[in-house]
């Protein structure tokens, strides 16, 4: 698989615009992590994060929270906005597999 970040920021703008894991499914390596700038503990395993992300967007599509998440060409991140104010990026390291290897959610200005 060719390692152009578009493909992978896409699927997880698409994902989050969603709330659907599927098409992050299939580009989650195994032992992929995921920390956020918010929570102590970090998750290490793809499973682990599917499980925390379905139930994630179930909670969004039940309280009727808006979310909107943007893909920018050639960078390695997406913006996320939650009711059109919270703001956050999530920043994703692919591996030399061509599959994401982590995901980084931190405040936006951490973002590049």
């Given amino acids: 698989m060719k390692n152009n970040i578009d493909i992978y920021t896409q699927a997880f703008a698409s994902a989050w615009n969603s709330l659907d894991i599927?098409?992050?499914?299939?580009?989650?390596?195994?032992?992929?992590?995921?920390?956020?700038?918010?929570?102590l503990e970090e998750m290490t395993t793809a499973e682990q994060y599917l499980d925390y992300l379905k139930g994630k967007f179930a909670t969004l599509r039940g309280s009727g929270s808006l979310v909107k998440a943007e893909h920018i060409p050639c960078k390695d991140f997406i913006i996320l906005t939650q009711d059109n104010?919270?703001?956050?990026?999530?920043?994703?390291t692919v591996n030399d597999q061509g599959l994401?290897?982590?995901a980084d959610m931190m405040p936006i200005e951490f973002c590049r």
């Fill in 22 to 39: 599927s098409p992050i499914v299939p580009l989650l390596d195994d032992n992929f992590h995921y920390s956020s700038f918010w929570v």
């Fill in 100 to 102: 994401i290897a982590r």
């Fill in 85 to 92: 104010r919270n703001r956050c990026g999530i920043i994703l």
